[in-house]
């Protein structure tokens, strides 16, 4: 079972285990070992005000462990991606805890085909870092990263751009809501060169106000901002960029699932969904899967976790998946989530269809669906804890087929994530909260 790495990578409170400088360090030296002596490893980081630290810390333990260390300083997640890709590196790490508050931090690891780790090379690495840790020395004296890069950053806008060619914002205006993080370094750049009218917000991060009232988490700040401006469409994204949500030109805020269903239509259209498949998670709307079929088109499910869907996108040819929550991944194009790129694949869709984005999915009708949130003091598997078994079998029965039981742990957080959705919204809500309090009665803090 994996103790350090959860769906994406090793988050925790920056300073904590296992974000001290003894694990930081022991994971330098691990990935070293793992990817061999002489390896290079490209690093990147979001804007929280501990990633320095952090990134001269496991930069100590890569040099310690025989690797070379490049730097392209504050950028996405995908972009070191591509980069590790591009350029042959052994690996590229990013650190960065995502949607997470700035407290937080975390380290994500690719592969140098760009792809995240498959688990059990994660648990070969945790293996490693508790053998160095049980060596316990620690040497960061005197660390340094070395100069960033600054060519990076026009390489990954570059290939943004030639990965959807011809794109353009046909003179629109849009606005586009940075999170205070990763995408500060990028998004603005990219978005003034499509020939539109561009409202950047929330990009002057201050190493403390990344995710803090904005960006993915928050998408109805940019549905605001879209009305105030009189805007055709708003894009949002989280602290790394991997992901991205949107705003029609309503004002009404579009999920990943939405952005699933326009996609894989227009994909359809062109011969380009393979299969004529879609991988979504366990947490996407029944209404999605009503809507595809509609279309003549079928949808898998798999974990939650972007890597888990790309897992079975590879298993099943498929050329289009994602999450409710906005990580959507174009394999053709990219080989893990990016939220800039999936808002250049809407906007293209957008360009070519002739037609808002609100109307592109106006026959997405989602059942009522709700997520309960459940912070908890360990993760005991829920299936020995009777209460709460009693109480997801009580709302199984009585939805059938009606409705859909979720329940799961965070894999970035100790939360309890209690997902119900019914076409009764009072059967919902009563069964969610019931679970809810099963959970938090046993497990709560």
């Known amino acids: 079972m994996r103790k350090l790495f959860g769906t994406d990578g090793i988050r925790a ?28 490893i490209i690093m990147g980081m979001d804007t929280r005000e501990s990633g320095p630290w952090i990134a001269r810390t496991l930069a100590a333990g890569l040099s310690a462990g025989g690797a070379t260390v490049a730097n392209a300083g504050v950028i996405t997640t995908p972009a070191i991606a591509f980069l590790a890709r591009k350029h042959g590196y052994s690996a590229g790490v990013v650190i960065s805890a995502s949607h997470n508050p700035w407290r937080d931090n975390g380290i994500k690891i690719f592969g140098g085909d760009g792809y995240k780790l498959p688990d059990a090379v994660e648990l070969a690495i945790e293996a490693e870092i508790e053998s160095v840790l049980a060596a316990g020395t620690v040497h960061t004296e005197g660390a340094a990263l070395p100069e960033v890069n600054e060519s990076y950053r026009a390489e990954y806008i570059q290939f943004l751009l030639n990965a959807v060619p011809g794109i353009s914002l046909d003179n629109r205006k849009v606005v586009i809501d940075c999170a205070n993080g990763a995408a500060s370094s990028v998004a603005p750049q990219l978005f003034a060169s499509l020939r539109g009218t561009v409202e950047v917000t929330h990009a002057s991060p201050d190493g403390r106000n990344i995710n803090e009232q904005c960006g993915a988490l ?8 879209v009305k ?3 805007a055709s469409m ?15 030109e309503r004002g009404n805020v ?12 227009d994909m359809h259209a062109r011969g380009e969904l393979a299969g004529d498949v879609v991988v979504a998670t366990t947490m996407s ?15 898998l499910r798999a974990p939650v976790g972007d890597k888990y869907v790309l897992e079975q996108m590879r298993e099943s040819g498929a050329s289009l998946g994602g999450e409710q929550s906005g990580h959507i991944l174009f394999p053709a194009r990219a080989t893990t989530g990016d939220g800039l790129l999936t808002a250049l694949m809407v906007l293209d869709v957008v360009h070519r ?29 829920l299936d020995t804890i009777p209460a709460v078994v009693a109480t997801i079998q009580a709302a199984e029965d009585e939805l059938r087929d009606t409705g859909r039981v979720v329940i799961r742990y965070s894999g970035t957080e100790a939360l309890a994530r ?28």
């Open 234 to 248: 708003g894009f949002t994204f989280d602290g790394d960029a991997d992901r991205a949500l949107f705003a029609d």
């Open 13 to 40: 409170v920056a300073g904590e285990a296992p974000l001290d400088e003894r694990t930081i360090y022991a994971v330098g030296v691990a990935l070293a070992t793992k990817f061999g002596e002489g390896s290079t």
């Open 353 to 381: 269809s002739g037609k808002t984005l609100g109307e592109l999915i106006a026959d997405l009708k989602n059942f009522p669906q709700v997520i309960l949130n459940v912070k908890v003091r360990e993760k005991r598997p």
């Open 228 to 230: 105030v401006h009189g």
């Open 218 to 225: 928050h998408p109805e700040i940019v549905a605001a901002e």
């Open 285 to 299: 709307n029944m209404g999605l899967e009503a809507a595809f079929k509609r279309s003549g088109i079928s949808m």
């Open 254 to 265: 579009v999920n990943g699932d939405a952005v699933m269903l326009a996609c894989a239509r």
């Open 418 to 445: 209690v997902m119900i959705e019914a076409e009764s919204e009072e059967a919902m809500r009563r069964h969610a909260e019931t679970i809810a309090g099963a959970i938090r009665a046993e497990l709560g803090i």
